[in-house]
């Protein structure tokens, strides 16, 4: 549920078009210039269209992942799904009309018919959308172009699409970020992640139980790269991708190394890699959505590192349906993990200020996905851990969305005894980070060198593993995933050691920011995992559904 005020279409009225995206916010960093359009330069685009029955999806959702309720775990078949998302016929007929006469050709659905991929050039997206492109650059001299007047469409195709994206959006960083580097070397390796959190191995089910993490922005995996750091970090274990989905290129970056080094390695399971290069961030993730849900084969635990604090960096038609997407992937029996940032209490954020309000991360925030935060030892490289004094964990509250029922006990609590920021921010919002690992000097082999990262793009893909682990368990007493875990977690705080010492007040945001509190809070969440207890609690809850 959205909190925000939607305005009626007809209020965004002009004329015989309605508005579905409002004017494009321009991040930090990005400035136009006089530089011409070249009209036939092409884009990748994707089109929602609306789902038929969204709120029966969502009922599902709630139910399958109550673990005191009589249909937990009982997912819905892949077709029973697609009965339910597929869109009202005279929608996809009205879609299918607009792109014949927009001169569009080589359409690929999804199949529940809930999205359209194509290619359309620069002259035909000004049509389409109403709008004219303009140029940007940077500040290392690279140019996009970009529609950002807002995007408009006749009445009858506004009421049949959530979304119109892939020519509207920026790239998340303006520049390529710099890398959290403690030293050539981190102290966090996989040996050491198991040790700190009690992790042994789990015996296998028996059963596919595929992992997965989505790289943006460029970033590739070397296959060689995470072979190397495999045997030589993780007691010559052989490690591979066992499937991209898009494109990757043999040119590492330091996220995805970071990404799948970990994931593979703690997971133990097969590993894909969803691969999205546009430099639109927003679109993007309604590709990955579409993506993930559109096979009857797809992972149970997924690893997203990316995300922005900068509120409305993300219009808020795909803020909606990504949420959309991964209640959808919910009821498919898939955990998403995501980052929960690393711009603090997000006053200040990498995409720009959000003028006197604190911000969380979107996607994080959606609230069918597991956002994960990041701690580090207090005192050397053992023992009691804080929120990560390296940076600022991304914590706080929503302005997208309201506080699910599963976490709203523990907010009130929270927000009672916390001391209050100065700043703006959403008392109803939905929290997070819901859970935190180990954030930072993590040992990272990029191009046959090890070097030390940090991030909760760090914490992310290293807890998504733990969950892969945990469903072998599930597996093998349900034959089924855990699928949604949240309701699952915040009834059994004790999976987690409670985190009560730090905040995520750092850096540009040392004014104002969530202290860590005993229990759930807006820094660390629930607390770092108690794997022992947690592989306790699951056998209980598997058993016998």
Known sequence: MRNTLILSLAALSWGSLVQIHAPSVIPKGWSQT????????????????????????????????????????????YDELGELATPKPEHTKTVKKWLSSSGVTAV??????????????????????????MTYTNKEGRNIYR??????????????????????????????????????????????????YGVTPIPLSGMQNIQAIAQFQGQYVRDSDLAEFCFTYDGGVECQIAKYVGKNLDNPGIESMLDTEYITSLGKQQTWVYSYPNFDFCSD??????????????????????????????PSAVISRLS???????????????????????????????????????????????????TYWV?????????????????????????????????????????????????????????????????????GV???????????????????????????????????????????????????LGTNAIGDNSKAGWSCEPGWDAATGLGVPNFPVMVAVVEQACRGR
């Open 450 to 500: 090890a070097i030390a990262v940090g991030g909760t793009s760090a914490s992310s893909p290293s807890f998504a593993a733990l969950v892969t682990l945990l469903n072998e368990i599930c597996l093998k007493e349900a034959n089924r995933p855990l699928g949604f875990a949240n309701p699952l977690f915040y009834r059994n705080p004790e999976m987690f050691t409670d985190i009560t």
């Open 324 to 374: 959309d997407d991964v209640t959808k992937m919910g009821t498919m029996g898939i955990t998403v993990m995501i980052a929960s940032g690393d711009d603090g209490s997000g006053g200040e954020t990498m995409q720009g200020s959000n003028d006197g309000k604190l911000s969380p991360a979107f996607p994080a925030s959606v609230p069918h996905a597991v956002a994960v935060g990041a």
């Open 34 to 77: 006089d530089e011409e359009t070249p009209s036939g330069s092409m884009f990748r685009v994707t089109v929602g269209i609306k789902r038929g029955n969204m709120r029966a999806i969502n009922r599902i959702l709630d139910s399958v992942s109550d673990p005191n309720g009589k249909e937990y775990l009982q997912y819905p078949s």
């Open 108 to 133: 690929r659905t999804h199949p529940h018919g809930d999205y359209v991929h194509f290619e359309a050039s620069l002259s035909q997206l000004e049509k389409m959308a109403n709008g004219k492109f």
């Open 147 to 196: 529609l950002t007047s807002g995007v408009r469409v006749p009445p009858d195709v506004a009421k049949a699409i959530d979304t119109f994206t892939g020519f509207h959006g920026f790239p998340l960083f303006a520049s390529t970020p710099a890398v959290k580097s403690d030293g050539p070397a981190g102290n966090v390796d996989p040996a050491v992640f198991r040790n700190n």
């Open 379 to 447: 005192s050397g490289t053992s023992g009691e851990e804080e929120a990560t004094t390296n940076f600022g964990s991304g914590g706080g509250f929503s302005f997208d969305f309201v506080a699910p029922t599963y976490q709203r006990q523990v907010i009130d609590v929270y927000l009672n005894i916390v001391p209050l920021p100065t700043l703006g921010f959403a008392l109803n919002g939905r929290g997070s980070p819901d859970v935190s690992t180990l954030g930072n000097s993590f040992t990272v082999l990029v191009n």
């Open 285 to 314: 993730l309604t590709a990955f959505g579409s993506n993930v849900t559109g096979s009857a084969i797809y992972p149970y635990t997924i690893s997203i590192s990316y995300g922005s604090q900068k509120i409305d960096f993300c």
